[in-house]
């Protein structure tokens, strides 16, 4: 997992891949709080990829926040991101990943990086 150089860099990209409007928001401060790491990849020194792992500081890790830019998707750079972000929690002794996507994601994340099915459930708290 490597440094973040700038959080101004993710709220944009996580803009452009969560459909919202960049805001003023901590990137630094949260995956200092809350990450057990991050991964990021660049192009000409532009931020084009980025995965969260966040924990509960045992053993379970969650991706959350990956994103990839637009145009550089499809190109294994999301699957690339997936297997170093897995590296890093398993280096960390985590026992489990953890992942969840909306269904158009579901080959991507279930195919391409290996996740596999499990029961949960989830309230959504905001409308």
Same mark, same amino acid.
């Given at each position: 997992? @490597?440094?973040?150089?700038?959080?101004?860099?993710?709220? &944009?990209? #996580? $803009?452009?891949?969560?459909?919202? %409007?960049?805001?003023?928001?901590?990137?630094?401060?949260?995956?200092?709080?809350?990450?057990?790491?991050?991964?990021?990849?660049?192009?000409?020194?532009?931020? @084009?990829?980025?995965?969260?792992?966040?924990?509960?500081? &045992?053993? #379970? $890790?969650?991706?959350?926040?990956? %994103?990839?830019?637009?145009d550089h998707q499809r190109r294994g750079l999301g699957t690339a991101l997936a297997e170093h972000a897995v590296r890093g929690a398993r280096r960390a002794g985590c026992e489990w990943l953890h992942v969840d996507f909306e269904p158009h994601l579901r080959g991507f994340h279930l195919g391409s990086c290996g996740f596999s099915t499990t029961g949960a459930g989830v309230i959504r708290l905001k409308n």
């Open positions: 997992m @490597v440094r973040l150089r700038e959080g101004v860099e993710v709220e &944009a990209l #996580h $803009a452009e891949g969560f459909a919202h %409007v960049p805001r003023e928001f901590d990137w630094r401060k949260q995956l200092a709080e809350h990450s057990l790491g991050w991964v990021t990849a660049r192009t000409a020194g532009a931020l @084009v990829g980025f995965v969260n792992v966040a924990w509960d500081g &045992a053993g #379970h $890790a969650f991706v959350l926040d990956a %994103v990839v830019a637009s």
